[in-house]
């Protein structure tokens, strides 16, 4: 691709706020080479976002980051003996002030619900978009309850801070079974929501662990049962991303769950151009780099003891 096309694509989309349909209309070409030239233009240097959160910034370890993993990382400053909870609300904090810049009129934000992002959803500035929307990545319902309460709030804060659109997901986060899976992705309801997510620009979510200080609620909430987590084990699975359970190598392919597993998988999920990983706490670091050998995340929000920890990671 010539660069000056893809400075071209990456000025309308970036600068100018508009969506890949609307660049795509301009070009004469489909959404999927639009996104396609939005990632080259990020690989070979034509375009390089950063973004200066208010709550500080830790440029050296942000920059290791960058150089090791091809991330852009916001590193939140939170001093070493403070509580993960703590820990936790300043990546949020920062996450939050990340997504403000980032979102804007005409943009779709993907949503996948968890305790991380639930945080984030708590420290976003309001502010005013037209055609805007957020979308659930992933359902939430499990054998204890629907879910519906707790994911439609989540996303639903998302949509009020911008005054976005909402799309809710209300479809297990686990089927019982993949044929089950298969029925219901033919349904015109949910093949809707799944149309607005593969037209996502921004994907929010989290990692998920069993082992990390504030635990995450797919291990914890009722989603899972001892075979599930036996077949965890024998998988060799260090975590989840958008309920789609990852090997250390960032591997997904062939773990049982993932195919009764209503989250996108992870070629999917590379598909959307802003993909903003928020962790804190170093029980997550195992977790965090699985998805991002796997190559799920562009845009990295994490504290700096576990940044630290990542670089240290072998």
């Keep these: 691709m010539d660069e000056e096309d893809l400075e071209r694509v990456a000025r309308r989309y970036w600068l100018d706020r508009v969506t890949m349909d609307v660049v795509a209309r301009e070009e004469g070409v489909s959404r999927s080479t639009v996104s396609r030239m939005l990632e080259a233009a990020r690989a070979r240097g034509v375009v390089r976002i950063s973004v200066e959160p208010v709550h500080g910034r830790a440029p050296a370890l942000a920059s290791a980051l960058h150089e090791r993993f091809g991330v852009d990382a916001v590193v939140a400053p939170v001093p070493r003996d403070v509580t993960d909870l703590a820990r936790l609300e300043a990546v949020a904090a ?15 934000l993907g949503v996948a619900w968890g305790t991380t992002t639930s945080a984030v959803a708590r420290h976003l500035v309001a502010r005013s978009s037209v055609d805007a929307h957020v979308v659930q990545l992933n ?102 991303v958008c309920t789609v359970f990852l090997r250390a190598d960032g591997s997904w392919q062939g773990v049982p769950l993932n195919a009764r597993s209503s989250g996108p998988p992870p070629p999917a999920l590379r598909r959307i151009p802003r993909r903003v990983c928020a962790v804190a706490g170093t029980g997550k670091v195992p977790a965090l780099a699985a998805a991002l050998a796997a190559g799920l995340v562009t845009d990295l929000v994490v504290d700096g003891t576990t940044a630290r920890r990542l670089l240290a990671h072998r």
């Design 94 to 108: 920062a996450t939050g002030a990340l997504l403000g810049e980032l979102m804007g009129s005409g943009l779709v």
């Design 139 to 240: 359902g939430a319902a499990n054998t204890r309850s629907s879910g519906v309460g707790y994911a439609g709030e989540v996303v639903e804060r998302f949509g009020a801070a911008w005054g976005a659109e909402v799309h809710q997901f209300p479809v297990p986060a686990f089927f019982d079974a993949v044929a089950t899976r298969r029925a219901m992705w033919r349904e015109r309801s949910v093949r809707g929501v799944l149309a607005v997510q593969q037209r996502c620009d921004i994907a929010l979510f989290g990692v998920g662990t069993v082992a990390a200080g504030v635990p995450s609620r797919v291990y914890t909430a009722g989603y899972l049962t001892d075979a599930d987590r036996l077949s965890l084990v024998e998988e060799h699975v260090v975590g989840d």
